[in-house]
T-cell receptor
Framework: DTEVTQTPKHLVMGMTNKKSLKCEQH?????MYWYKQKAKKPPELMFV???????INESVPSRFSPECPNSSLLNLHLHALQPEDSALYLC?????????????FGDGTRLSIL | QKEVEQNSGPLSVPEGAIASLNCTYS??????FFWYRQYSGKSPELIMF????GDKEDGRFTAQLNKASQYVSLLIRDSQPSDSATYLC???????????????FGQGTILTVHP
């Protein structure tokens, strides 16, 4: 079990649906991240939040909308996704202080778009 | 474009042998280096990190860093079948002067330890 909890573990949705992925950590980390990982590929950074503010958006399509309601929670709102968006979505968190802080990953949400 | 390259796999070693995983990176400003292990269908798990030149040991794992050569490696001693996984090298560079960094991953090396 990891200290970063992601729900749901699996999600199947149609292209017209709206759903949300959730991530929670209680390690006191003030940086939180969303990654996308396709099969047999490394994780790709999507968004970074620091102190609950969006700091990095890696040119992610607007059908992905992140939200950080407080220091422990990170959401990813999904709308009008495409089949190519099917992937493992990983949340990670780390301390802020210097770039040496390791990132800790949750178990991920496996998303399938029909 | 910051790049991280890992030795092409898959790598197959017998049980009890030393597995050697290598990684090079292009950004000389990189500050810290991480090795993640990822079992099939699971999320990456942090197993080692290193910031300073030299060796860092943790149990059966040794990370080696040479910043002059822009090279980082992971040695796994007494390899076990349970070590069979994909090993991801990740390099952390400060993102525009911020204090949290950005991870750039290599493509991963698949390690198989056979009995």
């Amino acid at each position: 079990d990891t200290e970063v909890t992601q729900t749901p573990k699996h999600l199947v949705m149609g292209m017209t649906n709206k759903k949300s992925l959730k991530c929670e950590q209680h390690m006191g980390h003030r940086a939180m991240y969303w990654y996308k990982q396709k099969a047999k590929k490394p994780p790709e950074l999507m968004f970074v939040y620091s102190y609950e503010k969006l700091s990095i958006n890696e040119s992610v399509p607007s059908r992905f909308s992140p939200e950080c309601p407080n220091s422990s929670l990170l959401n990813l709102h999904l709308h009008a996704l495409q089949p190519e968006d099917s992937a493992l979505y990983l949340c990670a968190s780390s301390h802020i202080g210097d770039s040496n802080q390791p990132q800790h990953f949750g178990d991920g949400t496996r998303l399938s778009i029909l | 474009q910051k790049e991280v390259e890992q030795n092409s796999g898959p790598l197959s070693v017998p049980e009890g042998a030393i597995a050697s995983l290598n990684c090079t990176y292009s950004d000389r400003g990189s500050q810290s280096f991480f090795w993640y292990r990822q079992y099939s269908g699971k999320s990456p798990e942090l197993i080692m990190f290193i910031y300073s030149n030299g060796d860092k040991e943790d149990g059966r794992f040794t990370a080696q860093l040479n910043k002059a050569s822009q090279y980082v490696s992971l040695l796994i001693r007494d390899s076990q079948p349970s070590d069979s996984a994909t090993y991801l090298c990740a390099v952390n560079s400060e993102a525009g002067g911020t204090s949290y960094g950005k991870l750039t991953f290599g493509q991963g090396t698949i390690l198989t330890v056979h009995p």
